[in-house]
């Protein structure tokens, strides 16, 4: 996916970039999204730690999906600043599609290739992003041996042996796809196409495609809302399995309950703003911002 170079993503250089803080995963500065005169997510400055597991939490319309998808700038900021791992994601010269690679994204209504088979679905990504690595270490191959032509035996530069190849990548990434069907105990559907799985498989698939990549950080966007009740636990057992292994998360959900047992740490969005945030002690137990009390009154 391509980022737009229009004119609102352009304004993000009239925010200046601060200090960034080199020990944090992910860091946004003043982040802020306006959908016309409509302003989403009003000047947020936020960290993300390594193995931390966040839960954002709030009522419908405070920002939550929007805050997490200009994480990974699947929605372009209108003004402020999204660092992973030190790169600015709102700068136009960093390539946006290698660092999505390494941020696993899980969308509400699963966004499976109906078209695919399950284990199509899971190696495409891998595949192609190896294929591209290849490509680009023939053609580093490539260049080495023909600066060798103009140079004498003892200053011909040294010439790497390629280490994969096409079928090796196709063969490891189906290897992969099949370790981790085999961990959800869906192996069986390899070879069947997403039309035929019930809501709850859709989304373990969903998750285990984002995990082929071997993300850094685990983005969940709402992935229990569109399944049937019974279904919701199947997919949460997986994402706490996940947060019991120590992967980064981000996770914007409605189930209170789950986000006080799994997360490590608690943010409520109210208005496009951070309202509050803390342990789910903190937040569930002892909350101290009025418009939280009132929202958590009706959840709980």
């Known amino acids: 996916m391509k980022r737009n170079k229009d004119e609102k993503f352009l304004k993000t250089e009239k925010t200046p970039v601060e200090p960034f803080d080199p020990s944090a995963l992910i860091e946004v500065q003043h982040l802020t999204k306006s959908f016309g005169e409509l302003k989403v997510l009003d000047d947020i400055s936020e960290k993300i730690f390594h193995g931390e597991k966040i839960a954002v939490i709030g009522p419908s319309g405070s920002g939550k999906s929007t805050f997490l998808r200009c994480l990974n700038v699947l929605e372009d900021p209108t003004d402020g600043h999204v660092f992973f791992e030190g790169n600015n994601l709102c700068n136009l010269k960093v390539d946006i599609n290698v660092q999505r690679r390494r941020m696993g994204m899980v969308f509400q209504q699963f966004n499976l290739f109906n078209n695919m088979t399950v284990l199509k679905n899971i190696t495409l990504a891998p595949i192609h992003v190896g294929l591209l690595e290849l490509k680009k270490s023939k053609r580093k191959i490539f260049a080495l041996k023909l600066k060798n032509l103009f140079k004498s035996k003892a200053n011909k530069l040294p010439v790497p042996t ?8 196709k063969q490891d990434a189906e290897a992969n796809a099949m370790r981790l069907l085999n961990r959800i105990g869906l192996a069986d559907k390899a070879n069947v196409y997403p039309s035929t799985l019930s809501g709850g498989q859709k989304q373990r698939i969903a998750i285990v495609r984002a995990l082929a990549m071997n993300p850094k950080v685990m983005l969940f966007d709402e992935p229990t809302s569109a399944l049937d009740p ?24 409605h189930e209170m ?3 006080r047992e799994v997360a490590t740490r608690v943010l409520f969005m109210d208005g496009g703003k951070i309202q509050e945030q803390g342990t789910p002690e903190q937040i569930f137990g002892s909350p101290t911002n009025a418009r939280l009390k009132e929202f958590l009154s009706k959840v709980l």
């Open 162 to 169: 390629l280490q994969t190849s096409a079928k090796k990548i």
């Open 230 to 253: 019974e279904m919701v636990g199947e997919v949460l057992s997986l994402i706490k399995e996940l947060a019991d292994e120590g992967m980064t998360m981000v996770i914007v959900t």
């Open 257 to 259: 309950a789950f986000a």
